[in-house]
């Protein structure tokens, strides 16, 4: 019985692979996030160019959840905008530290 041994690509990680690697998958998780949440926007927007004035109590209440799940979304762009400006902050910090 032959057991072959498990090869590590990042065993001797002289160049930095590993973290590339790692950075490379965050910055692609970040991307497509932003995607479907620009894709949500696209198409709430959308419904609600549909529906111009309500009609009916159906139409008002679409127009109600449109506009709740709208800004629930504003919300959670709001909170990864102030994530970044958190990080640009303290990026500055360290670098007035360093001088």
Known sequence: ML???KRNLFKNDLFGIKSK??????????RQRNQFIAK???CLLNMSMCITIPDNEE???????????YKS???EIEGDMKRVNDKIYNYRNKGSCRE
């Not at 690697?21 to 970040?30: E, L, N, P, V």
């Not at 139409?59 to 799940?69: P, S």
């Open 3 to 5: 057991i072959q041994k």
């Open 21 to 30: 690697m790692f950075i490379w998958r965050i910055a692609y998780g970040i």
């Open 40 to 42: 949500d926007l696209e």
């Open 59 to 69: 139409e008002a209440v679409k127009l109600e959840w449109i506009y709740d799940k």
């Open 73 to 75: 979304l504003i919300t």
